[in-house]
Nanobody, 115 residues
């Protein structure tokens, strides 16, 4: 069982930046994928970014060029660096770990973009 805890959310202005962290209770290097998702009110959960153990990354079109996923295996932590934030980025952001057919989710961290 792996527990994931997100942090770093909060209020930011349009055009600003935030960095989210996802700390895992176990080794993330054994996970097949580490992902960031978000869910806005009334919307489906959206996959934003994925990173493999080798460091390969993939991004949704909605965040490509603005968000960057990275990992620190020594700290068992995955990050989501967010730049050029927009009001439509407002959502609860979740971290997910995939191991075979098993997935683990964090509890989410709220990001609000408003002036």
């Amino acid at each position: 069982q792996v527990q994931l805890v997100e942090s770093g959310g909060g209020l930011a202005q349009p055009g600003g930046s935030l960095r989210l962290s996802c700390a895992a209770s176990g080794s993330i290097s054994s996970m097949d994928f580490m992902d960031w998702y978000r869910q806005a009110p009334g919307e489906q959960r959206e996959l934003l970014a994925t990173i493999t153990p080798a460091g390969r990354t993939n991004y949704a079109d909605s965040v490509k060029g603005r968000f960057s996923i990275s990992r620190d295996d020594a700290k068992n932590t995955v990050y989501l660096q967010m730049h050029s934030l927009k009001p439509e980025d407002t959502a609860v952001y979740y971290c997910r770990a995939e191991y075979g057919l098993t997935t683990y989710w964090g509890q989410g961290t709220q990001v609000t973009i408003s002036s």
